[in-house]
């Protein structure tokens, strides 16, 4: 990706942090499938300082939305331990097949990861495994559709797609956990908000949803 392109995915900029808004389809670091990957911005997001930002968090490779990069190695620390202790809020839009049970409520299922052989593996829910809760609310039907709002309380792998599909509600395009594979995944990092400063009022950032979302949103 050229570097005006990069640019134009940048949403907040401050001294310490910067946030973008990743699209669809592109893994934050290198991994066994090859391509451009978030890693490779990097240098292109310096803006004057010595060295790259890094990444503060992550998010999945075809999961889009508010991407965290920490600027120096204070940052870095700082947003590791909010991360860790929950301070951070995140809000999630997913487009999902079928309506949930109740408008609103919280789903509390412990996930483990299931190896299917060499660097293949799923998450699915069982005994002894991860605690893993969610918090959703329906937004808005649209015939066999329905928009939620997704509030992670914790942050395990493939959380969210797992615990839609298990309410009956899997993620449209969601290939692995029930949602088919002939679009991409509808699962959208809305927003963030990052209590940073102990005096300031916390960052907060919304990322624009994709296009292939619109059709619902807009509807």
């Known amino acids: 990706m050229e570097n005006d392109e990069i640019q134009k995915l940048l949403i907040y900029r401050d001294a310490l942090i910067l946030v973008l808004n990743k699209p669809s389809g592109v893994p934050v670091h290198k991994g066994f499938g090859g391509g451009e990957t978030v890693d490779d911005w990097l240098e292109d997001l310096r803006f004057g300082l010595p060295r ?77 495994g991860q605690e893993a809760v969610t918090d959703y609310k329906l937004l808005k039907t649209f015939g066999e559709y329905s928009w939620l709002e997704l509030k992670p309380q914790t942050g395990r792998t493939h959380q969210l797609r797992v615990h839609c599909a298990e309410i009956g509600c899997p993620i449209l395009g969601d290939k692995f956990y029930g949602g088919g594979d002939e679009v991409p995944l509808h699962l959208h990092a809305r927003s963030i908000e990052i209590p940073l400063h102990e005096k300031k009022p916390a960052i907060y950032v919304e990322a624009e949803a994709p296009m292939y979302m619109n059709s619902f949103l807009a509807a």
């Open 52 to 128: 790259k930002p890094a990444l503060g968090h992550r998010l999945d490779k075809d999961t889009s939305g508010c991407l965290v990069l920490g600027r120096h190695t204070q940052a870095l620390k700082r947003l590791g331990e909010m991360f860790a202790d929950g301070r951070i809020k995140k809000i999630y839009w997913a487009i999902v097949k079928g309506k949930p049970p109740q408008d609103e409520g919280r789903i509390d299922l412990p996930l483990v990861k299931k190896e299917e052989g060499k660097h293949r593996w799923h998450m699915k829910v069982g005994a002894g």
